[in-house]
C-alpha cells in the first residue's frame, strides 16, 4: 500500500487488535509453518488461522488469504509472512502478518471500506471502532 499519514495509525489499530491472533500463531512451530507454506497446504493455514482467531473475533473476521513467504538462513532467525484478510463489518483489511521468534508484525497492503467517508480521520476511526464490533471480549474487559 502506498504510505499516507494515516497509514502508520491505521497499521497500529489492525496490530493491536489481532495482537491476540499473532500471540497464537507464534505457539506453532515455525518448521511446520514453513513445511505448510512450502508444499502449498494453504487449507491447513487457512484452518491454523481459523482456530487462532475463534477465541477472539466473530467467525470470518480474520482469515488466511491469498498466500505467504518465509525466510529460514543457515544460523538465522526464522521468519514467517503470512497473507491476511480481516474483515469486520463495513471494511476489508489486505494485510501481511510477520511472525518471528520474539515478536510480530503487520503490514497493510489495501483498505477497502464499504462506504468510505470523504475523511481519511472518519475512516479510521470507523476502522477502530469496526474491530472492536468484530471483538468477543472487548478492550478493557476480562475474560
Given at each position: ?44 493455514i ?5 482456530s ?9 473476521t ?22 491476511l484478510?480481516?474483515k ?34 472518519e ?21
Amino acid at each position: 500500500m502506498k504510505k499516507c499519514p494515516y497509514s502508520t495509525q491505521r497499521e497500529k489499530i489492525v496490530a493491536d487488535a489481532i495482537s491476540p491472533v499473532a500471540t497464537e500463531l507464534r505457539l506453532l512451530d515455525a518448521a511446520d509453518l514453513i513445511s505448510l507454506l512450502r508444499f502449498e497446504y494453504y487449507a491447513n493455514i487457512a484452518d491454523l488461522v481459523a482456530s487462532a482467531a475463534e477465541m477472539f473475533f466473530h467467525p470470518g473476521t480474520v482469515n488466511f488469504g491469498a498466500g505467504g513467504s518465509y525466510k529460514l538462513e543457515w544460523g538465522g532467525t526464522p521468519e514467517v509472512t503470512l497473507d491476511l484478510e480481516i474483515k469486520p463489518h463495513g471494511v476489508t483489511v489486505y494485510a501481511q502478518l510477520v511472525l518471528s521468534d520474539i515478536h510480530a508484525g503487520i503490514e497493510i497492503n489495501h483498505i477497502a471500506f464499504v462506504d468510505p467517508s470523504g475523511d481519511p480521520d472518519e475512516n479510521t476511526a470507523f476502522l477502530a471502532k469496526s474491530l472492536e464490533t468484530a471483538r468477543f471480549v472487548k478492550q478493557g474487559e476480562s475474560a
